[in-house]
């Protein structure tokens, strides 16, 4: 990637978020954001990525206190065994624990399903939530840009090892959800010369939509009861932006009150997503503000989604079934 390239990439990655934060100032200064409320989910199971902070934790805090057995993904023990304490204490629910898992590293993917299904647990919802914004240039433990391999093919690779056990978990009437948490930034960008942390983190956005898409096409032509979504949480007030442009930086420090969300706001649509009934049976949607939107047009491009599922698999090891499941 050229500079200019590079340059062009960051401006509309922040133009995009900029676009967002206007938003969501008017919509505070209009009334505000009025919290949902969600029915309860007493005896369902579900797993959140990266739930120990921000975004992650405020989901796992709110589906805990709907009542569901919460299984926390991290790979900081130390703030996850906090978190879990807090969220016990404030839920009043026992049933938070956490499991280790390295998104950025395959093998570690796999300890933690060989763990959790050792639990012998049902799984009703998959929240991947976890990921990385906009850092330095480095890889993953398999050799992937660190984008690439633990926002997107790390949880390509979960959701793909967890399938048997929600379809399992899952009924008609009842289905399990696969949750993907994107961003209003994706662009349309796969390749370049050079490395560019705004075109990495937007490209990784944009395969996790383009993932889920093609995982819901996937689940309804097998006629399983499972569906995949994806939430945006909007602009939100975490520890993600500590690799972004200063400036950045200094408008979250001094309005970040005002014209960021806070985690647990950006947790509304991944926990709507993940429980309402609106959505029962319900997949292949972006959801925004707890609506349906659309995305970037190129994320319906049904070659597109199924060139990057092949590549995919090949990239992990897993069997890819499209051809076989769509030649039925």
Not at 45 to 51: E, F, K, N, R, S
Not at 60 to 89: D, F, P
Not at 110 to 120: C, H, T
Request: charged share 20%; with cysteine.
């Amino acid at each position: 990637m050229s500079l200019l390239s590079a340059a062009r990439a960051a401006l509309r990655v922040y133009a995009a978020g900029a676009a967002v934060i206007v938003a969501q100032l008017l919509r505070r200064c209009l009334g505000g954001f009025v919290e949902p409320v969600f029915p309860p989910q007493p005896g369902r199971v579900a797993i959140v990525t990266g739930g120990t902070d921000g975004i992650g934790y405020a989901t796992a805090k709110r589906l805990a206190r709907l009542g569901m057995t919460v299984i926390i993904a991290g790979n900081n023990k130390a703030r996850a065994h906090e978190a879990v304490k807090k969220i016990k204490e404030e839920t009043l629910n026992d049933k938070v624990v956490f499991l280790y898992c390295n998104l950025a590293s395959m093998g570690s993917i796999q300890q933690f399903v060989q763990a959790f299904k050792k639990k012998k647990l049902p799984l009703h919802v998959l929240v991947n939530n976890a990921g990385v914004m906009m850092v330095p240039q480095r890889k993953t433990v398999d050799g992937f840009e660190e984008h690439i391999g633990l926002n997107y093919l790390g949880h390509f690779l979960l959701t793909n090892l967890l399938l048997d056990t929600l379809k399992d978990s899952g009924r008609p009437g009842r289905t399990a959800r696969v949750v993907t948490v994107s961003s209003a930034t994706p662009l349309f960008c796969f390749c370049s010369s050079s490395y560019s942390p705004h075109g990495a983190y937007a490209q990784s956005k944009l395969a996790l939509v383009l993932f889920s898409y093609h995982l819901q096409a996937l689940l309804e032509a097998q006629g399983c009861p499972v569906t995949a979504n994806v939430a945006d949480p909007g602009v939100v007030n975490t520890d993600l932006y500590r690799h972004v442009f200063w400036g950045t930086r200094l408008v979250k420090k001094i309005f970040g009150g005002w014209f960021f969300k806070t985690p647990d706001e950006g947790a509304w649509t991944s926990v709507y997503a993940a429980v309402t009934p609106e959505l029962e049976g319900v997949g292949g949607r972006y959801l925004y503000n707890e609506k349906e939107t659309k995305s970037l047009k190129v994320t319906y491009d049904l070659k597109l989604q199924r060139q990057l599922w092949a590549r995919s698999c090949s990239m992990t090891g897993i069997l890819d079934v499209t051809q076989e499941v769509f030649s039925r």
